[in-house]
T-cell receptor, first 117, second 112 residues
Framework: GENVEQHPSTLSVQEGDSAVIKCTYS??????FPWYKQELGKRPQLIID?????GEKKDQRIAVTLNKTAKHFSLHITETQPEDSAVYFC????????????????FGEGTQLTVNP | KAGVTQTPRYLIKTRGQQVTLSCSPI?????VSWYQQTPGQGLQFLFE???????NKGNFPGRFSGRQFSNSRSEMNVSTLELGDSALYLC???????????FGPGTRLTVL
């Protein structure tokens, strides 16, 4: 089955700096890669996702890049703010875009991001 | 639209008991997936239901089961609870023909 590795497990940055979290996946058939942010005691929230037909996607201060050949994808957060502090999870999935097929998200181990004021 | 809701939010059970957790998806969403979150194992997929049918299943023992009703609400059941079943159980809903999953707040299960 799919295996997703995520690095680093903890990341501490100064406010205003950039943060990068990297994930690798094992199944070359995976075609959907979401990123979730989970604050303490709260539900995981989708912050950005990318599909395998796209190499990069950006949403304001957040961007994700995908390298299908190397089977890795990364989350980039620019101009970090204290409210960015949370655990970030990457995930991979094979989605077949039809109702008869199911999909499952395989998650990385998570990265605890701390943004120091 | 209202988000994904889960009940109860907290549960305390003892070993050997069974438990039922409930998940109400976002209106219009037909797929419900369940995940177990623990500090040691992270987020692990349990199963997915779509139109009252289990479409996908993770690597959990048969003590973990689920079902989905005609209104897309889903329940999961854990029988013969073990200490290791203590975890946050999250459900996520999606339209079913797309990929985006939205999570509920979770049910915190503690097994004593």
């Amino acid at each position: 089955g799919e295996n997703v590795e995520q690095h680093p497990s903890t990341l501490s940055v100064q406010e205003g700096d950039s943060a990068v979290i990297k994930c690798t996946y094992s199944d070359s058939a995976s075609n959907y890669f979401p990123w979730y942010k989970q604050e303490l005691g709260k539900r995981p929230q989708l912050i950005i996702d990318i599909r395998s037909n796209v190499g990069e996607k950006k949403d304001q201060r957040i961007a994700v890049t995908l390298n299908k050949t190397a089977k890795h994808f990364s989350l980039h957060i620019t101009e970090t703010q204290p409210e960015d502090s949370a655990v970030y999870f990457c995930a991979a999935s094979i989605v077949l875009w039809r109702e008869t097929s199911g999909s499952r998200l395989t998650f990385g181990e998570g990265t605890q991001l701390t943004v120091n004021p | 639209k209202a988000g994904v809701t889960q009940t109860p939010r907290y549960l305390i059970k003892t070993r050997g008991q069974q438990v039922t957790l409930s998940c109400s998806p976002i209106s219009g969403h037909r797929s419900v997936s369940w995940y177990q979150q623990t500090p040691g194992q992270g987020l692990q997929f349990l199963f997915e239901y779509f139109s009252e049918t289990q479409r996908n299943k993770g690597n959990f023992p048969g003590r973990f089961s689920g079902r989905q009703f005609s209104n897309s609400r889903s329940e999961m059941n854990v029988s013969t609870l073990e200490l290791g079943d203590s975890a946050l159980y999250l459900c996520a809903s999606s339209r079913g023909d797309t990929d985006t999953q939205y999570f509920g707040p979770g049910t915190r299960l503690t097994v004593l």
